[in-house]
């Protein structure tokens, strides 16, 4: 991969110009419109994001029509988007689809693909999760044929196309999946996020291309920007419901006085304040990691995956409590990102999950 | 006490499979009222009531007895139980002669009430209420709005507390007064919850014109009066702990039956829930022993708030953990709504921290604040 | 063995009296003159015990010059004698040694060693805690021989005769050891609990006696005995930090006002009470189950052992916390209870480790 | 930045292991002092300190890279710490000539500094102190207690701090003074710590008298003369940060060369210590190159004090935990007195009580009690 990364006051001025532009085009009242809608897209956001910001194009090479920017803009991209809590697939068409298919080394995939991920133009989805009790094979019956299912599988059905990584008979493939063709299904699932629908989809021979050869390391490395990437959100999420707790403490008044004057508030807010500023340097810190360091990529990642799985739900379940009943109301914004911290608490592995991977690299564990 | 659970027993082999033949889907709001019919004709909901109000005049732990068994029967929770559990207790205490009439019918589910307590700015801090009811003639004159009302979308009556003594210092100055919600100027609209539900509503008060003969007990002392009859609920902590305890069983044993094994942490986290469940589930016995030795309860009931109210919403999150994938995708719904739903164990009746400052202040007599 | 119970309001009685005689011959002065002269008994208090208040034989049945009562009055001695920090051996002489006799069901042992114990004229402590590394074997070789090493003896410094359990080329076996034999030596060690010193016991061929016959299940249920027992001083030490906190946090006043306003220290006592009043009802449910029923009684055992680990250690530390400096010092109290309950949580099994057995009973430990 | 710590570990090389010959056991005070002087003649315990004073003009970074390299060699640490870090600096910014004259003295331990800060009835709330200084002619004459004053036994002089004007509010109206400890009047006794140590002291006040020409900095500022210096430890939180990381990465690596393995939940245990300490790693990184790039720290001192002081406590419970029955017999010593001393991590320097209040109130704005 090609890539350059800014210094750090571009990278305050690009967050500065995506604060902005989510605030005018996806404040609250926008994103509980698109999710009543049920289409689990918001275009607006999208358009804007591919077309006046880049952001769609962040990591893809210049060559592709991309920014050819690294983890570390997009970490930001994925921070201020989550802070909203938009309704649009960065992190599935902007994040894991550009990099599955770097990661695969196919040139001809590349040039194909990459273009029109920059421009916005398709939605690609990776399904990297296999559904339950179920394996995902691709058989090669002249022709690559996928069986199996997918579960979780992040805007799937919004996408046109999915990336699938399936079992080949000799290791680990990544195929590219018509979201149309025969022997595909999205059934949509009653996902716990509602800004972010997920599907199961099964695949009873579903034509396939394979991109690139054995995937099995590319499939690591993917999951490690996975881990990124989903700490990045959830930071971004945490910081806004730790301001949401304090702006409420300074108001809401019990007993004659804010309750951000009492202890048991004013300390959980501290604690709030003291998880946020942590995984600020920890996703900072991964996100600068020079990704050809693979093993020093997959150790960070999973630190600021173990860190931010732990510490973010306890966060959004804290903005609960602080704001008490109206806190555990549908009209209050806390449970739309406590379902999504939730979410991506989950993504790529919980942190007890994380932690015992750890222990692995530490020599811990037998 | 034997002799009354059989005939407990009796009663819901021979009616329960009555009434599921007669409501084959018992979600139904009429299929509920009705089986609350049911369990009044029997005088088994009405229990601790005194029999001239067509109850038995049975004690606490009898009533306790009477629950275990009803719930090994499965059978539904009866809707109207803040009416019969809070509501009429306070009607046959304070209630005129023509408000007790409301007894019976509460029962028999022709009235069906809700409490008006909880305000927008007066949630931890209820007695800072300020829904205001001024006398006018022989007639209160109400306006302002109550939040958290249970039941509220279904009510036909509301038991309301409201200012009647703006001068008078917090706890003083309210009064409890009988407000029917078809009353002109009343407006209900349910709350949405995270996790889908509308048990709750929001009641709005623009100029509600109600008789003064509506007030419940004396003018200014509505802060009392209901307060008196809360305290019937304190016991019903107790059976929560052991539910708690029975429920964390229940959890183990699945886990056990799965296929895979769990992780060691998560085992070991499982055998966290079921010590402190255990522990718990000993209190909870304990408090029920004292008040069958006649002993009235101390500060047992907030410990084991307290206790619950955080256990339990860990065991609802550790359940989420097990569910993994399956719990955000929603093909472990269970996992999913009990996560969310336990969000308000911590706060409803009281957050941890009200609860804790309450031991705090009457039970250690710590300087208050 | 031949117990009863005596009813709640006479062991209220029982518990005054022995609140009253601590105060008034063991307060914290007079501990600290015992710890100080490194002797590691008050004798005064010992000779009360066993003759004024009869509690050396609580345990132990009215034929043998005992009392003949349940672990339901000893939990009260202990927990009224550990909230006293009093310096003497009652947890190894007056319930271990007792019971470690009784539960080999040996007639003959019954009738020499248990009226010495019950009269206090004789100290005796179980050693049952083997060395690192190093099990501790019985061989008969023309009568009995001990080799090998116990640690954590709790008074070995002070007691005459030892009862050791020791591997046996069947089993396991309990056996009656003189402290002064030959090929016994006892090593005192430096112990974290001041009041109550421990020593490393190693055996070179020492001559013993052996009581009773195969004693691997006795074990077990002593081993049980011995969670309740510590729970129960664990619990006495708890409600006396509880106290002490509440009192400190009402008088000390900083910022303006006394520190029990803040909601920091005010909840923190609050957790204290109400792990206090957990503890008590699992202490008091335990020590109430029949002992005949050795399956419940293990189960109790563990879930009220577990509890009391893991939250009187806490309590130990919370106490420091609310007091600042000054419970730093070596001069407030808060140590001696720290440093007892900790060797409390650690006898007998810490909290992990109970759960760990749990987890088996349960059926979730492969 | 490279040639001078070239120049250190040159230093280092040969003055360690000179003065380890000449002194078999390093744990005597003498000793202690002796190697305090050398590094002093080497200019590396006084390397911020300007040049004028014998310093090396040194800035904060440089400092940081300093104290590695020293803690590479495993030399002791030098015992007037306090004199060299906290006095000194304050001396010489707001010293009278004659006063300034100590800070050559401190370096080369003619002096022996301490700060009397602390008070029985003024702990976390420091300027709520009462020790009184009243101006008699001109003289001082100084009467209260001070606690936990460190290295109070040993100290040659206190920067003592004094209520001057007691009717001013509570920040105002104190000054900061030069108390010799010979004077007569003052009273050091040394406090015995729960760990056995004894680093501190009480020192009592009964009229003793100092002249007015004692006074550092203005009358009735020497809060802000305290606090400006106060100032300058700030930074070292990040070293701690570093430190408490390879901690934990020492004791992982200790646990996976024993025989027998660890509970997984232990292991889950250190994983999570692990995760943090990293975490916190990042912090102090991030903060010591924000001062590199001579941005001043903002927040970050406190929240990775409030996240050290209780990770490193956590810490210290686990490894008390590994030693099982050798922490409690002492046959694991370090464990059993680690364990003891980390009880005052959360304490000393500002409790995690109070350090949330400072986020809560001065970083998030929120309204103070």
Not at chain 1, 41 to 62: C, N, Q
Not at chain 1, 238 to 255: D, G, I, P, W
Not at chain 2, 172 to 183: D, L, Q, R
Not at chain 2, 282 to 304: C, H, N, R, T
Request: charged residues 20%.
């Amino acid at each position: 991969m090609n890539i350059s990364t800014t210094t750090s006051s571009e990278r305050a001025d690009f967050r500065a110009s995506l604060r902005n532009f989510f605030e005018d085009i996806s404040p609250e009242s926008r994103v509980r419109e698109v999710i009543a809608s049920g289409s689990g897209l918001d275009e607006t956001v999208w358009r804007g994001l591919a077309t006046d910001l880049g952001v769609s194009g962040l990591l893809i090479p210049e060559e592709f029509g991309g920014q050819g920017m690294s983890m570390a803009e997009m970490a930001i991209a994925l921070e201020e988007a989550s802070r909203a809590i938009a309704v649009v697939p960065l992190l599935a068409t902007s994040v894991l689809a550009p990099l599955a298919i770097q990661l695969a080394g196919d040139t001809a995939a590349n040039a194909e693909l990459l273009p029109v991920l920059a421009d916005g133009s398709e939605i690609m989805t990776v399904a990297f999760l296999d559904g339950a009790g179920v394996g995902t094979v691709a058989r090669d019956e002249n022709g690559w044929s996928i069986y199996g299912s997918k579960t979780a599988v992040l805007n799937a059905n919004v996408a046109n196309r999915l990336l699938v990584i399936a079992t080949t008979p000799t290791g680990t493939g990544l195929f590219l999946v018509d979201a149309k063709a025969s022997g595909v299904v999205v059934t949509p699932q009653n996902s716990l996020d509602l800004t972010r629908p997920t599907s199961l989809v099964t695949f009873e021979g579903a034509a396939a291309t394979r991109i690139g050869a054995e995937y099995s390391e590319a499939s690591q490395v993917l999951n490690a920007f996975g881990r990124i990437a989903v700490s990045a959100e959830m930071l971004g999420m945490s910081e806004k419901l730790m301001e949401v707790s304090v702006e409420y403490a300074k108001t809401r008044v019990q007993f004659g006085k804010p309750i951000g004057a009492f202890q048991a508030i004013k300390h959980r807010c501290s604690e709030m304040f003291a998880h946020v500023e942590s995984m600020r340097a920890a996703v900072e810190a991964a996100s600068l990691v020079d990704p050809s360091d693979k093993a020093v990529l997959h150790e960070q990642a999973l630190v600021v995956k173990a860190y931010s799985a732990r510490f973010a739900p306890w966060i959004a379940e804290a903005t609960i409590q602080v704001h008490g009943g109206i806190g555990f109301t549908w009209e209050h914004c806390a449970h739309l990102y406590l379902r999504r911290v939730k979410t991506d608490e989950i993504l790529f592995g919980d942190a007890l999950a994380c932690r015992f991977q750890l222990q692995q690299l530490l020599g811990l564990s037998a | 006490m034997e002799a009354l659970l059989a005939e407990l027993r009796e009663f819901l082999t021979k009616e329960f499979p009555a009434w599921s033949a007669k409501w084959p889907d018992g979600e139904l709001w009429e299929a509920k009222l009705d089986w609350q019919r049911t369990m009044a004709e029997g005088r088994w909901s009405t229990a601790t009531w005194p029999q001239e109000f067509g109850g038995r005049g049975l004690g606490t732990m009898e009533m306790l007895a009477i629950e275990d068994v009803v719930a090994q029967f499965g059978v539904p929770q009866i809707p109207g139980m803040i009416g019969v559990k809070n509501v009429a207790p306070t009607l046959m205490r304070f209630g005129t002669e023509e408000q007790r009439k409301s007894v019976a019918r509460i029962a028999n589910t022709d009235e069906f009430w809700c409490q008006g307590f909880s305000e927008p700015g007066a949630g931890s801090d209820l007695a800072s209420l300020r829904t205001r009811a001024v006398i006018d003639g022989d007639e209160f004159v109400i306006n302002g709005q109550k939040v958290w009302t249970s039941n509220g979308m279904y009510s036909t009556h509301m038991q309301l507390l409201a200012r009647t003594d703006p001068d008078a210092p917090k706890h003083k100055g309210i009064s409890a007064i009988v407000v029917p919600i078809n009353t002109p100027g009343l407006e209900v609209r349910p709350i949405k919850q995270i996790n889908g539900g509308a048990e709750f509503a929001e009641v709005f008060f623009t100029d509600v014109r109600v008789p003064v003969a509506n007030l419940i007990g004396p003018l200014n002392e509505g802060w009392n009066v209901t307060m008196t009859t809360l305290g019937h609920e304190r016991a019903g902590v107790a059976v929560f702990a052991g539910r708690l305890e029975q429920r964390i069983r229940n959890l183990i044993e699945d886990v056990t039956k799965q296929d895979s094994p769990v992780s060691p942490v998560i085992s070991d986290q499982l055998a966290e829930h079921y010590v402190e469940s255990r522990v718990l589930g000993m209190m909870g016995a304990q408090m029920l022993a004292k008040i069958a030795d006649g002993v009235a309860p101390g500060s047992e009931s907030s410990v084991i708030k307290m206790v619950w109210s955080e256990l339990s919403q860990q065991v609802d999150t550790t359940i989420m953990q097990l569910s993994g994938v399956e719990g955000i995708t929603g093909d472990d719904n269970d996992a999913k709504s009990g996560y969310l739903s336990a969000r308000s164990a911590t706060i409803a009746a009281g957050t941890s921290d009200i609860v804790k400052n309450i031991i705090g202040d009457r039970v250690l007599g710590l300087p208050r604040d």
